[in-house]
C-alpha cells in the first residue's frame, strides 16, 4: 500500500525525537568528561602524589634540641651532641657534658656549657674547647669568627674569637647596664658584626643596635624604641631588623633606608630564604602561631617590594622556604607551593598508623622536612 501523509509526518517526528535524545546524550557525556577533568586536575593541584614522599625514623627523641644543619640533623642528649645524615645514619658524636647549648652556622657549630666554649666544624672536629673567665650566657657563629657573651646579665662582656679560637676583639665596657640579646656576623667576608641589647634602667625599656668592623672599630649604634628587636636578616648589603611593629632596613653603619620600612605588626618572622643574587624571601606568621601546640590558617611573603598573602589548604603547625617552593606541615599533610602562586599541592603524611604531626623543626639543605609525632622525630622527603 503507498504511504500516507500521516504515516510520513509520524516517521519525521520520530527521527527528529531520536536526534534530539542524542544530542541531549551526547551534551551530557561531555558535561561529565569535563566534570572529570576539572575533578582531576583538582585532585593534582590539592592531592599531589603519594610515591613523591618517604619518610625515615631518626635515632632521637622531640626533646633533644632537634636542629637542621646544612644537610645533617643535630641533637643533644644531655651528654654529648650527635651529628645524623638526612636518613638516620650517624655521622659524628661529641661529648660536651651537661647543661649544653649550641647554635649553627651553614658550616659550624658553638656549643656552651657553663663557662665552657667549644668550636667545631661540620666533621665534628673541635678546633677550640676552653673554659672562659666566666659563664657564657649565649654564643653565635659565622663563617669566620665566633662570639660570646660572658659575665653578669646587666654586665656583660663580648668576646670575638677565630674559628681555631684565637683572640680578635674583646669589649668589657660598652654593654654596661644593658642586657644582650642577640649577635651575628655579616658582609661578604663576615668583616661585620651586630648586636642587639635592651637597655632596662632607663624610664623606659629601649632596644639597641649596634654594628662595627670586627676587630678595628664600632660602625653605627641605633635606638630601636621600645618594641622588642628578636631577628636580624642580612641581605643584599643590608640588615633588616625585625621587631614586633616594624622591620626596618639598615646599612652597615646602621645608617636606616626609610624607604625598605614595612610594617609587620600582627606578624612574625618565621624563615628565610637568601639567593646568591636578586631579593630575599622573607616568610612570616600570624602571631598567634607562637608555640608548636598552635596552629596557622595564612602566611606572608616579603621579597623586593612584593608582599604576598597565602591562604593555607587547612591549619598547619609550621612553615618554611627553599628555593622558590614554600612548605607548610599541617598533621596529616605537606603543602608546597610556588612562591608566584597561590595553590598548595597536598601530600599525605603517612607516618606511621594513626600518628600524626605534633612539631616542625626545619627543612635540611638537601631538602628534607623534620618533623615530630609525639616523641617520635621524622625526616620526609621534600616533593619539588
Keep these: 500500500m503507498p504511504r500516507t501523509k500521516k504515516s510520513s509526518t509520524l516517521n519525521t517526528l520520530a527521527r527528529q525525537e531520536k536526534k534530539l535524545i542524542l544530542q541531549i546524550r551526547n551534551w551530557i557525556i561531555?558535561?561529565?568528561v569535563v566534570l572529570l577533568i576539572g575533578l582531576g586536575i583538582y585532585a593534582l593541584?590539592?592531592?599531589?602524589s603519594v610515591t613523591e614522599i618517604s619518610s625515615v625514623v631518626?635515632?632521637?627523641y622531640a626533646d633533644q634540641d632537634v636542629t637542621p644543619f646544612g644537610d645533617s640533623i643535630l641533637y643533644y642528649d644531655s651528654a654529648s651532641i650527635h651529628c645524623l645524615n638526612a636518613t638516620g645514619g650517624v655521622r659524628w658524636s661529641l661529648p660536651v657534658g651537661a647543661n649544653a647549648h649550641f647554635?649553627?652556622?651553614?658550616?659550624?657549630i658553638v656549643v656552651w656549657s657553663g663557662s665552657r666554649l667549644f668550636i667545631v666544624d661540620k666533621e665534628g672536629r673541635p678546633s677550640y674547647n676552653e673554659t672562659q673567665l666566666a659563664e657564657v650566657q649565649f654564643a653565635r657563629i659565622g663563617s669566620k669568627y665566633c662570639a660570646a657573651v660572658i659575665g653578669d646579665d646587666t654586665k656583660p662582656t663580648l668576646i670575638v674569637r677565630a674559628l681555631d679560637g684565637s683572640s680578635v676583639d674583646q669589649e668589657?665596657?660598652?654593654?654596661?647596664?644593658l642586657m644582650m640579646l642577640d649577635a651575628g656576623f655579616f658582609g661578604e667576608a663576615d668583616q661585620y658584626m651586630w648586636?642587639?641589647?635592651?637597655?632596662?634602667?632607663g624610664t623606659a625599656i629601649n632596644t639597641k643596635l649596634n654594628t662595627f668592623q670586627v676587630g678595628k672599630m664600632n660602625t653605627g649604634v641605633v635606638s630601636l624604641g621600645e618594641f622588642l628587636a628578636y631577628k636580624v636578616l642580612y641581605e643584599n648589603s643590608k640588615l633588616h631588623v625585625f621587631t614586633t611593629q616594624q622591620m626596618y632596613t639598615y646599612d652597615y653603619k646602621a645608617v636606616q633606608d626609610m624607604s625598605n620600612?614595612?610594617?609587620?605588626?600582627?606578624?612574625?618572622?618565621?624563615?628565610?630564604?637568601v639567593p646568591e643574587r636578586g631579593d630575599a624571601y622573607i616568610l612570616l606568621a600570624p602571631n598567634a602561631k607562637r608555640t608548636s601546640t598552635q596552629t596557622m590558617t595564612e602566611l606572608r611573603l616579603l621579597t623586593g617590594s612584593v608582599d604576598r598573602r597565602y591562604t593555607l589548604p587547612s591549619a598547619c603547625l609550621g612553615a618554611a622556604i627553599q628555593g622558590k617552593n614554600l612548605y607548610a606541615i599541617s598533621r596529616d599533610y605537606l603543602y608546597r607551593a610556588d612562591v608566584g602562586k597561590q595553590s598548595f599541592?597536598?601530600?599525605?603524611?603517612?607516618?606511621?598508623r594513626d600518628s600524626q604531626v605534633t612539631d616542625f623543626f626545619g627543612l635540611t639543605s638537601n631538602s628534607r622536612a623534620v618533623v615530630a609525632c609525639g616523641d617520635v622525630v621524622y625526616s620526609i622527603s621534600l616533593p619539588k
Excluded: Q
Excluded at 45 to 48: K, Q, Y
Excluded at 172 to 177: D, F, S, V
Excluded at 345 to 352: E, H, I, T, V
Design 30 to 32: 561531555l558535561i561529565v
Design 45 to 48: 593541584s590539592h592531592l599531589g
Design 58 to 60: 631518626l635515632p632521637c
Design 103 to 108: 647554635s649553627v652556622s651553614n658550616t659550624h
Design 172 to 177: 668589657t665596657e660598652a654593654y654596661n647596664n
Design 195 to 201: 648586636t642587639l641589647a635592651m637597655d632596662i634602667y
Design 261 to 273: 620600612t614595612r610594617l609587620v605588626y600582627g606578624w612574625y618572622y618565621l624563615d628565610s630564604y
Design 345 to 352: 599541592y597536598g601530600y599525605p603524611l603517612k607516618l606511621s
